[in-house]
């Protein structure tokens, strides 16, 4: 029932309860949707990236991958 968000910069600014949108940068789906919202950031000791989990704000909407921006 969550999502998980990959290859987000271990300096990213994000924080619990940060909302995540779509970017726009799809044919499918236009910029500014609400996607989710953050519940979990976890920060591997050896790694680049952080991973961000997101519960969606629908149960099942389709997505299969975004690309956060800011």
């Known amino acids: 029932p969550f999502l998980l968000l990959k290859y987000i910069p271990y300096d990213s600014k994000v924080k619990i309860n940060d909302e995540v949108f ?6 499918y789906y236009f910029s500014g949707i609400k996607v989710g919202k953050v519940i979990k950031i976890y920060k591997e000791k050896n790694s ?4 961000i989990w997101v519960k969606p704000y629908i149960a099942s909407c389709g ?3 975004v690309i956060i921006g800011k």
Do not use: A, N, R, V
Request: aromatic fraction near 24%; charge should be negative.
């Open 22 to 27: 779509t970017s726009g940068f799809s044919e």
């Open 48 to 51: 680049l990236f952080l991973k």
């Open 63 to 65: 997505f299969e991958e």
